[in-house]
């Protein structure tokens, strides 16, 4: 399994220097605090929950985004469950809307699946988007209708412990995680790939179910236009909150 994990994220760490032969790429610094919710109240079913608050330049100068997203969750087996929700992303101005802010109404279906050993963990998730964006009437206002795209992304998490009690209580788990984005649908002409993000950074494990992720990404971003790129580099803070309200008798659930 490890072979196929370094395989993998070497794909992903070389999809980001597709593109850079373009010239037209912009830096940007942004921060982004996250806070994720997975609770589980019975052998096959749960929900989640999440939000992100992200800056918008020069790490701490105003917004770009507010994102939240809750959904409902069915638990194939404990090491794998299908999620079906709903996001609502508040995009404040910005190029194209400099004076208006861009709501963006987004339901999403993922399928996830973790491979947890002793001194290893793997997550990966595959989600499918359906994004329906406020159409742009001019700078200050807002149009009628959407504009709509699918998006797919695949998701990759590995983790690996710093310290002998692996993944323990009050100790730090190295982390590497990539992500890809893909766009498809009528109205998307030149920028099928939308983006990916890579990240770098540790886990602080808090107890055994809640984790505080901390560290650097880099988000590389085609856009719309096609010949015009985003370097995004972010410093990513992330709280994973787990819950399990199931009674203990019923612990040894789907997949034991």
């Given at each position: 399994m490890k072979r196929t994990v370094l395989l993998v994220l070497g794909l992903h760490l070389f999809i980001p220097f597709m593109g850079q032969a373009q010239k037209q790429?912009?830096?940007v610094q942004q921060v982004w605090l996250n806070y994720f919710n997975q609770t589980r109240f019975s052998d096959r079913w749960g929900i989640w929950a999440d939000a992100s608050l992200r800056t918008k330049?020069?790490?701490?100068?105003?917004l770009s985004q507010v994102i939240?997203?809750?959904g409902l969750t069915y638990y194939l087996s404990n090491q794998t469950k299908f999620t079906a929700g709903y996001g609502y992303i508040h995009h404040y101005p910005s190029d194209n809307h400099p004076q208006v802010a861009?709501?963006?109404h987004r339901p999403w279906q993922q399928l996830q699946w973790h491979n947890n050993k002793p001194n290893l963990r793997l997550m990966q998730w595959v989600r499918l988007e359906e994004r329906f964006r406020h159409r742009i009437a001019a700078p200050d206002k807002l149009g009628a209708g959407y504009n709509f795209?699918?998006?797919v992304r695949y998701n990759m998490l590995l983790a690996l412990p710093l310290s002998k009690k692996?993944?323990?209580?009050?100790?730090?788990s190295g982390v590497l995680n990539n992500e890809v984005h893909i766009n498809f649908g009528k109205e998307i002409v030149y920028n099928s790939f939308d983006q990916n993000r890579f990240f770098a950074g540790?886990?602080?494990h808090v107890n055994q179910h809640d984790q505080i992720q901390a560290g650097y990404m880099n988000l590389y971003q085609q856009q719309a236009a096609g010949n015009r790129y985003r370097s995004v580099h972010t410093a990513r803070i992330s709280y994973f909150h787990n819950l399990d309200l199931r009674r203990k008798k019923q612990n040894n659930?789907?997949?034991h």
């Amino acid at each position: 399994m490890k072979r196929t994990v370094l395989l993998v994220l070497g794909l992903h760490l070389f999809i980001p220097f597709m593109g850079q032969a373009q010239k037209q790429t912009v830096h940007v610094q942004q921060v982004w605090l996250n806070y994720f919710n997975q609770t589980r109240f019975s052998d096959r079913w749960g929900i989640w929950a999440d939000a992100s608050l992200r800056t918008k330049e020069d790490w701490t100068n105003d917004l770009s985004q507010v994102i939240g997203r809750v959904g409902l969750t069915y638990y194939l087996s404990n090491q794998t469950k299908f999620t079906a929700g709903y996001g609502y992303i508040h995009h404040y101005p910005s190029d194209n809307h400099p004076q208006v802010a861009m709501p963006e109404h987004r339901p999403w279906q993922q399928l996830q699946w973790h491979n947890n050993k002793p001194n290893l963990r793997l997550m990966q998730w595959v989600r499918l988007e359906e994004r329906f964006r406020h159409r742009i009437a001019a700078p200050d206002k807002l149009g009628a209708g959407y504009n709509f795209n699918y998006r797919v992304r695949y998701n990759m998490l590995l983790a690996l412990p710093l310290s002998k009690k692996a993944f323990a209580p009050g100790t730090f788990s190295g982390v590497l995680n990539n992500e890809v984005h893909i766009n498809f649908g009528k109205e998307i002409v030149y920028n099928s790939f939308d983006q990916n993000r890579f990240f770098a950074g540790f886990f602080y494990h808090v107890n055994q179910h809640d984790q505080i992720q901390a560290g650097y990404m880099n988000l590389y971003q085609q856009q719309a236009a096609g010949n015009r790129y985003r370097s995004v580099h972010t410093a990513r803070i992330s709280y994973f909150h787990n819950l399990d309200l199931r009674r203990k008798k019923q612990n040894n659930g789907p997949g034991h």
